[in-house]
Nanobody, 125 residues
Framework: QVQLVESGGGLVQAGVSLRLSCAAS????????MAWFRQAPGKERSFVAA????????YYADSVKGRFTISRDNAKSTVYLQMNSLKPEDTAIYYC??????????????????WGQGTQVTVSS
């Protein structure tokens, strides 16, 4: 099992950058694919980005491609989401997710077994 704790959210203006972090427990972090999802008010949870255990493979939703970058530091058991050029439509609760040996193209929430509690990102115009 793995426990996930997100941090780094906040209230920012459009156009700026923000970096989210997700710290994982456990000694087998490198065997877990990691992902970020987000959920805006009144909307379903949607896929943002994913990264393989080795960090070799990444995958992004079209809405964030070119603006967001997912990365991980296996020595620190942490995954990051660097968000640049933020837009008001990026406003959501951002969740970290993990799945052991999971696929980076698993874009449905039900395909990921472990979740953090979420961190709020609000982008004002």
């Amino acid at each position: 099992q793995v426990q996930l704790v997100e941090s780094g959210g906040g209230l920012v203006q459009a156009g700026v950058s923000l970096r989210l972090s997700c710290a994982a427990s456990g000694r087998t972090f490198s065997t877990y694919s990691m992902a970020w999802f987000r959920q805006a008010p009144g909307k379903e949870r949607s896929f943002v980005a994913a990264i393989s255990g080795s960090a070799i493979v990444t995958y992004y939703a079209d809405s964030v491609k070119g603006r967001f970058t997912i990365s991980r530091d296996n020595a620190k058991s942490t995954v990051y989401l660097q968000m640049n050029s933020l837009k008001p439509e990026d406003t959501a609760i951002y969740y970290c997710a993990a799945e052991q040996y999971g696929g980076t193209r698993n874009t449905l929430p039900r395909q990921w077994n472990y979740w953090g509690q979420g961190t709020q990102v609000t982008v004002s115009s």
